[in-house]
């Protein structure tokens, strides 16, 4: 919303500057987004007189003119095909900056004459397009003023962002009234007086339904203007809707612009002599048509409300008039459409047709109803005063909606809710210069006005008068401590997502945040997504569906790393994925890519690629950091079909997955168009069981054998195809007093091992608990061993 | 007898000759061997001890044995002496170019978005918020309706949110907007509203991800949010602006930074406040602090009476405020990141430059950032 000061000035008299009122109307909640002064950049333009035009004697279209700048006397050579002796126009001297040009003015010779200075046109001022002569001001004017003053640009352009909420606010009226309230002066209250009708109007209004609560139409008044003349409207009007970028017109067409933006109260004329009998106010029947005055033709339907005469739609109601029946140079009679529609009704319209317009912005954020009267009045003012001609009696179709309402406001809730302490009186006082009718000793009953209909309640009083007394003048409290330990931010189980992320990047993996969508296709490799998790408006085709698995997203960025040149990139996301749309069907999941060399090329050994167990690894670095169980974990080859079918697995606890690991699936890698090799894992932190509840924060007492542990080798041939967890279990069970520790050491299948055998070579940890033992115990522990794990891997010991 | 003495002076000069000579442990082993031996000459010597008479015996045993202990000695001096030249031969051989790089291993860093919102959580946790979540994916309700979105309001229009196919009963499905949905989800759980009952304090923080379907320069289908909300029955505008004034300057760890509140609309507050930090921006560059700008930060405002009813809560007793907040809005400002959109590209680069270390866990006692 763009209003002028001086435009401010007609319903405000105040003595407060610019700064001052930028920064009320900011701390009022109309916040000031610019103040342009328009006058900076035509600084030392002035008005000039051209005594004497004479044409070049070296160039045809060219003048020699003699201009008197009002402090003397200097000659300037002019292509202007206007420029004559005895017009006056705007002088740039010497020196001058030309906005339109972007040029500085140096004094020259332009075909052998002296040329000190310019005449300019609209365009070199940026006031227009018009580039086709200079600007010809009237006879009277003075010499050696301002060129801004002159040209009624001299006063700074303030543009205030409005809140949905303060449709009133799309008025200058309504901006002085909150200024008033804040004490920056006094409002002038504008002139709604009645103007009497000479005839009746020879157009009536109808409604083409019943008028009941909630039709988007209730009330519309008319009025008929005869025998008007539609010229160009006056300088005022023109720089007053110049200065807000709106292009004048017509007559006809500029006061209904300045209504609009003046008072909020949109308006609509029509060329009386092209509208066939009276006008209804109805809905559109599907498929109706109209050529709209933005030259566009729309398609309405029953859900739109229109104006119409017996043969065609002539406007879409709250929204456009139509092109047919607008007002044009050679309009002599004209009918005014003044309408309340609903916010709702507009909005729904104006979407469906997707039609910006002032009028539209303003029905659907809610206008004074009351002002189809007045506005009617106002309109009429203007008219007559600027267009001649007589108008009729008004003519209307409806009933004014009930927007009458109160509310009780309790004073102390100032302070209780708005923790201000505004005395009572000074509330009352806000609250009356905004127009509500407070009543009653406190707690007060206060009317609300036709032109707030954004205020529904005691919390919205509170607010006005907290605006207006000012947020500045709320005293700040802390919060107070209600504990006297901190409690910590997270449970222990929110706890796992912090946790995860810092453990992968120790382990050097970087930490990337990739979207929530994924594509169609993409999501298919991994598992695939339901209906229910397609995005019905996605951004982007390729980001149709929510992500099933982060890995697709990690993938695509390990690619696009690698196109980048940035070589082995590991990167980890701990973040949600989506298996359906209910709030369960989200999980937080860490998830890992290493791409490429496991151990890069370097002096200090060989390089390899990285493979499935850097990523489980990286899985159990996980678990084990979010306090999962991971000596109970088994990892079986049970990985989903995204990884490489051998060379994967799952980190399972009792029947529970808590991860996947290993190779990316090379169909996966290729329809990603990665060259790969890829090791990939995602943990579930939701799946691991919460810590036990303990009572006190000590640990269990700790015990330490005084004796020293010690270590047997054992060589095991077992089936190639046995896991070597299983051997590993055996000797661990073997004595489980004696035995903490067995550990692979080796693995080896080929020479000297039968074909479709391996040997598996354990390192197994005894530790004595009273005595040191005797190599007979030590014996009978190792045969334990050696019986344990030919028991339940069928291994035999390797001779 | 004198023969035996002449003897004894040539094994000895010529044994503590042959130790002077060794250069290696081998060679002083052999004349370690060739004295004191099983078949030695000192040893010879010593068997000849028997066949003396007892009045020789003593004192050629003695002289024996103090010749055995000066080759004794010997023999260790020229021990140490080989072994310190060959431990300096070894370690002249090992030498190290030590300009080579180690062995490859990198350190990975984490992403701003994550460490922003534990600097977050650090300065909320310190004033008794505590951590709450929902779901990404959305019912209306939750979304709007519980939030007091006027079924016309311009963000429940098309363009600005995504939407999944309705639920089997009939109830739009969007992506969350805002994370502000979160509130209901919070106000409406039976064990928040017993500990309201009782006279508790609510107050939560809900940082996550939200979804518009706006894409350009300063947006992003899928950012993050930090949500905040407080409920109690006599917390008002005062103590908003004291929880966020005192949150801006921990946050930007600038002890005067001007706090600003204006008013402003959100369907879902009454009244509502727009907060702004002050800065300034010299020779282009963004200095927070008192300055002649204003930077916009979060929306707050007091809970909107209609949200609390439809959360089950009887705004006659309670009432509070709440807030939200871009957090790579404000990771953006604080850390000097250019571009949103650079957030979510995932290049290694850029992942490096403006990460953070795992060692860096925000707290306010330890240092909120480095």
């Known amino acids: 919303m763009k209003f002028t000061l001086s435009w401010l000035k007609e319903h405000l008299d105040t003595t407060a500057s610019v700064a001052e009122i930028q920064r009320t109307l900011t701390m009022l909640g109309l916040e000031v987004e610019s103040v342009e002064d328009r006058a900076a950049k035509l600084e030392g333009f002035i008005t000039a007189h051209v005594l004497e035009a004479v ?88 010499i050696g003023l301002p060129a801004a003053r002159v040209l009624g640009i001299d006063d700074p352009v303030i543009e205030i962002k409005v809140t949905p909420n303060r449709a009133d606010a799309l008025g200058v009226l309504g901006i002085a009234r909150d200024l008033e309230a804040a004490g920056l002066g006094r409002r002038k209250q504008p002139d709604v007086a009645k103007v009497p009708g000479t005839y009746k109007s020879p157009v009536r209004w109808t409604h083409g339904y019943d008028v009941k609560p909630g039709v988007s139409c209730p009330i519309v008044v008319g009025r008929h203007f005869r025998n008007v003349k539609n010229g160009p409207s006056p300088a005022w009007l023109q720089q007053r809707l110049r200065a807000i970028g709106l292009r004048p017109i017509s007559a006809l067409v500029d006061i209904t612009n300045l ?196 205020v529904v309640g005691e919390a919205d009083l509170v607010e006005e008068v907290v605006r207006v007394h000012g947020y500045d003048n709320v005293p700040a409290v802390s919060m107070p401590r209600e504990t006297a330990t901190s409690r910590p931010v997270r449970t222990p189980e929110q706890r796992r997502v912090p946790t995860a992320r810092r453990a992968l990047a120790v382990r050097g993996l970087t930490e990337a945040v990739t979207s929530s969508f994924t594509h169609s296709v993409l999501a298919d490799l991994f598992g695939g997504v339901g209906d229910d998790l397609k995005v019905l408006n996605p951004i982007a085709s390729e980001l149709d569906v ?28 701990v973040g949600p994925q989506y298996k359906d749309a209910t709030p369960t069907g989200q999980r937080s999941i860490a998830a890992g890519v290493r791409y490429g060399k496991g151990q890069p090329r370097a002096w200090t050994g060989p390089e390899r690629p990285v493979d499935a167990f850097d990523a489980k690894a990286d899985a159990l670095a996980v678990l ?9 974990l088994v ?67 700790l015990k330490l054998s005084p004796f020293q542990p010690l270590e047997r080798d054992f060589a095991f041939i077992v089936d190639g195809t046995i896991p070597a967890d299983t051997l590993v279990r055996a000797a661990r069970g073997a004595d489980r007093a004696m035995i903490t520790a067995a550990q692979v050491f080796d693995v080896y299948a080929g020479k000297g091992v039968p074909d479709g055998k391996k040997s598996v070579a354990l390192s197994v940890t005894i530790q004595p608990a009273e005595k040191t033992l005797t190599d007979e115990e030590i014996e009978a522990i190792s045969q334990k061993v050696v019986a344990q794990v030919a028991k339940q891997a069928g291994g035999v010991l390797r001779g | 007898m004198s023969e035996t003495m002449d003897d004894l002076s040539t094994i000895r000069s010529e044994t503590l000759a042959a130790v002077a000579a060794a250069t290696d442990a081998r060679a002083l082993d052999a004349a370690r061997v060739a ?98 979540e929902g779901p990404d994916i959305e019912d209306d309700w939750h979304n709007f309706e519980a939030l007091n979105f006027p079924p016309d309001h311009p963000a429940r229009q098309m363009q600005d949110t995504f939407f999944l196919p309705p639920r089997a009963d009939g109830m739009p499905m969007v992506l969350r907007t805002h994370t502000s949905p979160v509130q209901a989800r919070t106000m409406l759980d039976k064990r928040v509203q017993k500990m309201l009952a009782d006279g508790g304090s609510l107050r939560v923080i809900v940082p996550g991800r939200t979804f518009r379907t706006d894409s350009d320069q300063t947006h992003t289908p899928m950012f993050h949010q930090v949500e905040g ?96 907040m871009g957090i790579e809005r404000v990771a953006m400002l604080k850390y000097g990141v250019p571009d949103l959109r650079t957030f979510f590209d995932s290049d290694l680069r850029w992942l490096r430059h403006y990460g953070f270390s795992a060692l860096d866990v925000p707290s306010l006692t330890g240092g909120l950032s480095r």
């Not at chain 1, 084990?624 to 109970?632: E, F, K, L, Q, S």
């Not at chain 2, 005067?256 to 959100?266: E, K, L, M, T």
């Open chain 1, 55 to 142: 044409q070049h004697p070296n160039a045809d279209k060219l003048r020699v003119c003699k201009v008197d700048t009002g402090s003397g006397i200097v000659q300037v050579v002019c292509g202007a095909p206007n420029a004559r002796t005895g017009m006056k126009g705007v002088f740039a001297p010497s020196g001058a900056h030309i906005p339109g040009t972007g040029l500085d003015l140096k004094p020259s010779k332009i075909r052998g004459v002296d040329s000190n200075g310019m005449l300019c046109s609209e365009r070199e001022l940026e006031l227009s397009e018009d580039h086709a002569g200079i600007i010809d001001l009237p006879a009277d004017t003075p």
């Open chain 1, 259 to 454: 209504v609009t933006f003046d008072l909020n109260r949109p308006l609509h004329v029509f060329d009386a002599d092209k509208i066939a009998g009276d006008l209804v106010m109805r809905q559109a029947t599907p498929g109706e048509t109209v050529l709209a005055l933005d030259g566009r033709t729309y398609t309405l339907d029953e859900t739109m409300a229109v104006i119409a005469d017996s043969k065609a739609v002539h406007g879409i109601g709250g929204i456009m008039g139509g092109e047919d029946s607008g007002v044009s140079e050679t309009t002599t009679n004209v009918f005014l459409e003044v309408a309340y529609f609903d916010p709702i009704a507009v909005s729904a319209a104006g979407r469906k047709l997707a039609i910006q317009s002032d009028a539209r912005y303003r029905f659907e954020r809610g206008v004074d109803p009351e002002s189809v009267w007045w506005g009617a009045e106002v309109a009429a003012r203007l008219i007559l005063e600027l267009c001649g001609g007589e108008t009729s009696e008004l003519v209307s179709s409806g009933i004014m909606p009930a927007w009458q309402r109160s509310y009780s406001l309790r004073p102390e809730r100032a302070r209780t809710l708005g923790g201000a302490d505004v005395p009572a009186a000074a509330q009352l006082d806000i609250l009356r210069k905004l127009g509500f009718g407070p009543s009653g000793e406190g707690p007060w009953s206060v009317a609300v006005p036709s032109w707030r209909p954004d």
């Open chain 1, 546 to 573: 929510m992500r099933p698995s982060i890995l697709p997203n990690l993938l695509q960025a390990c690619g696009r790393n690698e196109a980048r040149g940035l070589k082995d990139p590991a990167l980890f996301e």
């Open chain 1, 624 to 632: 084990a950091a979010i306090g999962a169980p991971t000596d109970n």
């Open chain 1, 635 to 701: 990892a079986q080859p049970k990985a989903p079909a995204w990884y490489h079918p051998g060379r994967s697995g799952a980190l399972v606890l009792g029947d529970r997955p808590l991860a996947y690991f290993g190779e990316v699936h090379p169909d996966v890698l290729a329809k990603l168009d990665l060259r790969g090799p890829a090791a990939a894992f995602e943990v579930f932190l939701d799946a691991a069981p919460p810590a036990k509840a303990r009572p006190s924060k000590a640990r269990p007492a």
């Open chain 2, 35 to 132: 004295a004191l031996g099983k078949n030695g000459r000192v040893t010879g010597l010593m068997k000849t001890l028997g066949a003396l008479p007892p009045d020789e015996r003593k004192a050629f045993g003695q002289t024996v044995n103090t010749l055995k202990d000066e080759i004794a000695a010997a023999l260790d001096a020229r021990k140490a002496d080989i072994d310190r030249a060959s431990l300096a031969a070894r370690l002249e051989a090992e030498r190290l170019d030590v300009s080579l790089p180690v062995r490859p291993e990198r350190m990975g860093t984490l992403h701003p978005i994550g460490q922003t919102i534990d600097e977050i959580c650090a300065v909320f946790g310190e004033m008794g918020f505590v951590w709450a």
């Open chain 2, 229 to 324: 909300l407080v409920i109690d029955r006599t917390t008002h505008m005062g103590h908003l602006k004291g929880c966020l004034t005192d949150f801006c300057r921990a946050f930007f760890e600038v002890d005067d930074v001007p706090v600003r509140f204006r008013p402003s609309y959100f369907p879902f507050t009454e009244p509502s406040a727009e907060v702004d930090i002050g800065c300034s921006w010299k020779g282009g560059e963004l200095r927070i602090g008192a300055g002649d700008s204003w930077l916009e930060i979060l929306g707050s405002g007091m809970v909107h009476p209609n949200v609390l009813r439809h959360c089950g809560l009887d705004p006659e007793i309670y009432q509070g405020f709440a807030f939200g």
